[in-house]
């Protein structure tokens, strides 16, 4: 019980990549708005931010499988 | 649940196909099994596509060859610098067998990066290139001067970089293959027709270009922040 | 599931080196070989085009050289050929007039030498003449003495 209590809460982390990509999207079509012109270059250090960020959402859910699996 | 949780972990193991007997037994699993398929598949459509190539007038398929090559030489040389050109074969091949790789769930084999060991090795190759590079390029002090730059302060950071940055290439793939696994087993078990074949079109070719791209993005990334002159 | 086995990440490097070597073989080799000779051509075109712009450049200026300078040449020849003509013409004028005045002045001469050759013979002639004349009077009139004498020894 204690275990999917426990994966439950590393699974949160989830929440600060949900918000960090959002940001950056937001970010990045702003960009794009305001300058059609360097798209391809915006869109491509955003897809690497949102990797990034993504990364840590991805930390939480391994540590939450190996919580369930490996406990 | 018990039922769920005993499935997937039966999903998640990574079984030995077979053994080589020579060597007291050298163990290959089912991901190097699938890997090989995906290398035979790739060296075969590489070798039928570029048997009749021209320099005037090509044709479709090498217009997409060509398009391919470009993007990688495009990339390399866009985010290494000048001696981009020497690392477009390499990470070429790497993203072509992580694209194949992640996407060859569609043909009913088992993804080779959903292995954590295969993951690894991809990012401990990178972490040599990313190393070596500066060794290779700026030679054997340049090499490990590396390590003290910007300022010498940074020397332990730097040095715990050598670990994270391999760990963060690996987990990020192979996270993102396993998640997209897992969701998919779920969908799958609570809806099973439809639904499940529109996520796969997500998970398996979207998803996994993203991560193809970013896993060879990155790299290349720090390999021009490696040859970066000081 | 997270466990770690040196065998696969061992193939799994191997794998990635074969395939690395296959594709830099048969697909980026071949591309590379392909793009790159594409951008030589084009580059070789472009150098080709402009040393041939150039050289027909060269020729055109050249050329215009070589018109304007058998055009000075020309009327060069035409200036000289017209002078020289002038320089005949002069010569030949002076010539002609220089003759004439020598043929005026001989004819001239000769004509005095004539009349004087022709007065002196007449002079001659004349003398002859009166010689002879004198001669015949005087043999005439010695005959006539004669005749006379004669014929006034048969009247008698």
Not at chain 3, 113 to 134: F, G, H, I, K, P
């Amino acid at each position: 019980m204690l275990v999917a209590i426990g994966a439950a809460i590393a699974v949160f982390t989830g929440i600060g990549a949900g918000v960090g990509i959002g940001i950056a999207t937001g970010k990045a079509t702003e960009a794009i708005a305001r300058q059609p012109e360097a798209a391809g270059q915006i869109r491509s250090s955003m897809i690497v931010g949102c990797a990034l960020a993504e990364a840590t959402a991805i930390y939480g859910f391994i540590t939450a499988l190996a919580l369930i699996f490996l406990a | 649940m018990e039922q769920i949780k005993e499935e997937l972990t039966a999903q998640l193991e990574n079984p030995t196909a077979f053994t080589i007997p020579i060597f007291g037994g050298i163990p290959v699993s089912q991901s190097v099994l699938v890997s090989w398929i995906l290398i035979a598949l790739l060296a075969l459509a590489a070798f039928l596509m570029t048997r009749h190539l021209r320099q005037e007038k090509p044709g479709r398929v090498q217009l997409v060859l060509e398009w391919f090559v470009e993007l990688i030489n495009g990339m390399c040389k866009s985010n290494i610098g000048g001696h981009g050109r020497s690392f477009a074969p390499w990470l070429g091949t790497v993203a072509l067998y992580i694209a194949v790789a992640n996407m060859c769930g569609l043909l009913g084999l088992t993804p080779p990066t959903k292995n954590l060991n295969v993951t690894l090795a991809l990012a401990l190759t990178s972490v040599v290139l990313i190393y070596g590079a500066a060794f290779r390029f700026k030679g054997f002090k340049g090499g490990f001067r590396q390590f003290v730059e910007p300022v010498p302060v940074l020397l332990p950071i730097n040095i715990m970089e050598i670990v994270i940055r391999p760990l963060s290439l690996c987990m990020r793939l192979f996270g993102n293959v396993l998640a997209a696994f897992v969701v998919m087993e779920l969908v799958k078990l609570l809806v099973p027709a439809v639904l499940p074949a529109i996520l796969s079109i997500y998970f398996d070719i979207f998803d996994g270009l993203i991560q193809t791209v970013v896993f060879v993005f990155l790299t290349a990334l720090f390999i021009g922040e490696a040859l970066e002159e000081a | 599931m997270l466990d770690i086995d040196p065998y696969t990440i061992l193939w799994t490097v191997v794998n990635l080196l074969v395939l690395y070597l296959l594709m830099r073989k048969f697909l980026f080799g071949p591309v590379n070989a392909i793009l790159d000779g594409r951008a030589k051509a084009i580059e070789d075109g472009l150098t080709q085009a402009r040393q041939q712009q150039e050289e027909a450049q060269q020729l055109h200026s050249q050329y215009e050289a070589e018109i304007a300078q058998s055009k000075d040449e020309a009327s060069q020849i035409i200036a000289q050929a017209k002078a020289q003509s002038e320089a005949l013409y002069q010569r030949t004028l002076a010539d002609a007039q220089a003759e004439a005045k020598k043929l005026l002045e001989e004819n001239q001469e000769r004509n005095l030498r004539d009349r004087e050759n022709m007065l002196r013979s007449v002079r001659q002639e004349v003398a002859q003449l009166a010689v002879v004349a004198a001669e015949k009077v005087a043999v005439d009139s010695n005959q006539a003495i004669d005749s006379f004498l004669q014929e006034a020894g048969d009247q008698k």
